[in-house]
């Protein structure tokens, strides 16, 4: 709403405790009026709420009056004001103008006043009093009484009575400018004095005669409305001196006395005063004091208010409250403070009340209304000349923000999500325990990292006969907040700040509370056996909110039927090494280190209950091979029997022992010996890897004797076997270790072959199987990757000779390479040294036609080297489908035929012919051999 014009020096009085009004007052030169306002109040609000009130009234004015206007019988009739007089921009003024609260209309007396013939009218007055009078006197019963003021002409010392009711004017005493200082029967002329009325007795006290230097007094004047006489109080005791735009108010409490505060000694001196004086004004029994005694009650102390002229000043009881005024330094009628203090008449203490609310100012008006204290308008020096037109109120039985303090652990601590609350124990501005309870209060928490706000309840909390209050709130987000209590748009408490409030998680929940893993990614992502993995737990409330620690959490790992248990600040029982370590903030540290490969499950548990994410899975792969712990053993290592397929095993193992479960990442070498550590050539060797990190070592002795195994791994060695006897099958025919090894483990069929050739004499066997003198070796490799030999080959996979790779039908990752190696000429041929070799010319030209059909086998899997075969005519078409069936079984008959022939770094036709001749011995085989 609009609000009312600059005004100084105004006066304001309220009808029922519920309203006040105020009216007019002056803005620098301009006198401003026409228009009344009305603040509407409660006793549990401080701040106004204007609203503008319409009509035509009086002008502006500075020092204007506003009275209750009593009825006949001198009680105010609870709904009319009235002003008289003031000061605008062409002088003082006699205007009279009344108010009507309920119609909210001005009416204007004025014209009516003056137009009376039977009244004796003042004019125009500025800086009087004008007091309602409230004796028991019959002609002054229900009338106001105007005394001195100033006018353009100077000053005054008449006295009138106004009858609001006739609007007539009484003569009660005619001004008497002779009147000086020392006179002993009358105040002199008088202006900015303060008056005051008891019973039948006006009082007024100091003021000021003109502007000069030497023209304030320090008098108290006593008029008596029976007897129509003036008397001058004779001041005892400690006198206050001349004082101008000091403070007379009459004490509620002992209203024989009357309080003086502050003011300046003279107009030509800066020299103001904040002292605090009583003075008799009756004497009710023998034991009272003379009339005109005074007393000092304010001594010098560090805690006063510093001197001043024209403080608002108003008696509560028995306390003496102030606000602003002007200060020693300040101009001559601008205010430049805006302090408020009480002083206890009885303890005879000054105390500060720190208010945020009017600005520096003086000369404003004050009043009490019930429980509060309304004050208006006055001037202002800062930061320059200026009017005030801003009326407030105090509640003084209010919870004073200052004083007010806070009980209860609530009031700094929480737990999420309850309903927390603490007492607000009050006391009103003056330190008094309050027995009222009619404040207004304010809580609030702000987030101060999550910069949210939160509003929280005041309820009325009695404590027997005294008031309390009781603060509750509810906060679900943990953290620290800053939380602030206001009453009187104040924060309560000696700092007048915020305190802070720790807000913490409540009881953990298992289904919020979350496992956090390496990186984010899956439970044991990579683990080996002897790693250590650590993850995070992270424990939540109902809110989500992180907790604090210190919950039973509960973790058990278990691998088929071993189970192994942790709990908070203890290790795992045996087996498993995992922890968990409380980190005091919501978070638990779990590490778990184990040597024993395999599928773990971990069960993260608050009590009985699991948490999100729990249980899981943790699969811990063997570790990096240690070959000096991998194992070799088998059947084939007790023994054997020429002809015969024999088979042992070397399984990988990482240092823990664990089987090596990834298939082809480690290089296995085999070696034959003799007893005397001879590598020999008459065992052939087949490797199968195993899934699990099993070498299957096939062997096929050709000769009898014993023989010894040299592993390998990753170009270790490994201890040797034993010995292994290796028994005779065909014993007493010449050349049996080429004819056996023709027969690798063959049926009876295949040895039928072997011994007729062993009947073909020397020729045909060096033709067939090639070498007079050759140091056979055999040797296996297993290691993954591709074969150079067949890179690129359709048939690479599945092959033999070189490298070869995984087959999900065939044997996984294997490498056989096996050959005879001998004599031959410089052109790789093998002819044999006999004269009988020399002279057959047909064998050299088949030779030289075999040669050629090698050149092209070289680099062929299998299946390729039978359809070529079948293409020359080497083989028939039942002879290549037999074959060839025997290959998709993976018979090891066949495939070690091919490894023969292949593993030559250079295939000579002499081992084409042992190919094909080794080939046409197993067409006839019927049972596959794998």
Known sequence: PALPSLTRGSTILSEDCTTAYMFGGRLGAEARGGTTWAGQFSTDAVNWGWSRIGGTGPPGNFWPTLQKMPNAAGVWDGETLLTFGGWDATGPKDEIYTYNIKSKSWTDLTAQARGLTNSTKPGVRAEHAFVAYHGVHTPYIGQFILFGGETLSGFWNDMYAFNPRSLVWTLIQANDANVNASASNRPGLTAYHSAIIQDDYMYS?????????????????????????????????????TRWGANLLLNPADTTKGVIFG????????????????????????????????????????????????????????????????????LQFGGDLKDAWSFDISSRQWQQHNIVGPLERASPAMISIGNSILMFGGVTSVPSYDYRFDLWSLNFQLADPVTATIEGQSASSAIAGSNSKFTINVKNMFGEVKTTCADSFSLELFGQATFSRLIGSIAVKRQGEFCAYEASYLVKQAGRYTMSIKTQDTIIGSAAAPVEVDIRPSTTLPRNTLIRHPADGPPCSGLLAGDLYTFTVVSRDAFSNRGLGGDALFVSASRQADTVVGETGGPFSTGLTPFLTDRGDGTYSASLQHTRAGNYTLNIMIGSVHVSGSPFTCEIKAAAVVPSVSRVFGPGLTGSAAGVSSVFYVQTLDKFGNNITDTGSDEVDVVVEDETGTEMSDVGLRLVDDIRGLYQILYYPFEAGKRVFQVTVNDLQLPKTSPVAVEAVFLGFSYKSKALSL??????????????????????????????????????????????????????????????????????????MSGIEGDGDENGSNVGDSPEDLANQQIVAELEAKRQLVEGLRAIGPEEVLARLMEESVL?????????????????????????????????????DELIMRLKSLCSVTEIAT
């Not at 000069?212 to 006198?239: E, P």
């Not at 072997?754 to 067939?768: C, D, E, K, M, S």
């Not at 489908?881 to 066949?894: K, Q, T, Y």
């Open 205 to 241: 006290f100091g003021g000021i005669s003109g502007y000069g230097a030497g023209q304030a007094n320090g008098d108290i004047w006593r008029y008596h409305f029976v007897t129509g006489t003036w008397t001058k109080i004779v001041l005892t005791g400690s006198v206050p001196g």
């Open 263 to 330: 003011g300046q000694v003279d107009v030509a001196t800066m020299d103001r005063k904040a002292d605090v004086h009583t003075v008799s004004l009756t004497r009710q029994s023998a034991n009272d004091p003379a009339v005109g005694h005074c007393e000092i009650l304010s001594a010098a102390s560090s805690l006063q208010p510093t001197g001043r002229r024209q403080a608002g000043g108003v008696m509560i009881g028995s306390r003496l409250v102030i606000f602003g005024g002007q200060q020693p330094s300040s």
């Open 743 to 816: 027969t690798i483990a063959l049926p009876a069929a295949s040895f039928a072959l072997g011994f007729l050739l062993q009947l073909l004499g020397p020729a045909l066997t060096r033709i067939v199987l090639g070498r007079k003198s050759g140091r056979a070796y055999l040797q296996g490799r297993i290691k993954g990757g591709t074969s150079p030999m067949h890179s690129g080959s359709p048939s690479s996979t599945n092959s033999v000779g070189g490298l070869l790779t995984k087959d999900s039908e065939a044997v996984n990752n294997m490498t056989v």
């Open 876 to 912: 028939s078409e039942s002879e290549n489908d037999n074959l060839a069936e025997l290959i998709s079984h993976g018979d090891l008959r066949v495939l070690a035929t091919f490894d023969a022939f292949a593993g030559e770094p250079n295939p000579s036709v002499e081992d084409f």
